[in-house]
């Protein structure tokens, strides 16, 4: 019998508008990359983002992240919960105002929806605020049929600027 565990890929999504929420997603991705269950395998460049949902608020900061994870995708998206309560995140209101949020959009090419998860992400396609972190790391990566380069370039990117042009920039210095 082999010992070895089996170790799956994930893409997750980070964002936040409270605070400062650079310093937020490079906890939360230290914190998982830290975890013996997750590995953080790549890191997008560092983006800004006009609100998305409900406008009448400041702008996001997001990235995405691949992990390499021997989680279940429950467990995965318990210790992503976990990492934003740890940090104080408060669900106050749909699409509102957030210190840090993270979800997972991919995990393996796993399709599945109930009660407390939906992967693929369920508006991920629709948001440009996504697609750009994620083709960054993740171009060829297929969600719903089509990869994630193709999405990306039907997508509306209008307000969306990009940061930094390194992807370390969640390393501590």
């Not at 699409?95 to 369920?122: F, M």
Request: glycine share 6%; with cysteine.
């Amino acid at each position: 019998m082999s010992s070895e565990v089996r170790r799956h890929r994930a893409a997750l999504g980070l964002g936040g508008n409270i605070g400062d929420p650079v310093a937020a997603m490079r906890q939360a991705l230290a914190g998982l990359d830290a975890r013996a269950d997750c590995r953080v395998t790549a890191v997008s460049r560092l983006y800004r983002t006009p609100p998305w949902g409900k406008t009448d608020q400041a702008w996001f900061f997001n990235a995405c992240a691949l992990i390499e994870t021997s989680l279940s995708p429950e467990e995965l998206l318990n210790a992503c919960l976990s990492m934003e309560w740890q940090m104080k995140r408060e669900r106050i209101e749909r699409w509102g105002p957030r210190t840090i949020d993270i979800d997972v959009l991919t995990y393996d090419d796993l399709v599945r929806t109930d009660a407390t998860l939906e992967i693929p992400h369920p508006r991920m396609t629709e948001r440009g605020f996504v697609l750009m972190p994620l083709a960054d790391i993740a171009p060829e990566a297929i969600v719903r049929g089509r990869a994630v380069s193709s999405w990306l370039a039907d997508a509306d990117i209008g307000g969306i600027e990009r940061v930094s042009d390194d992807d370390g920039w969640w390393r501590a210095d």
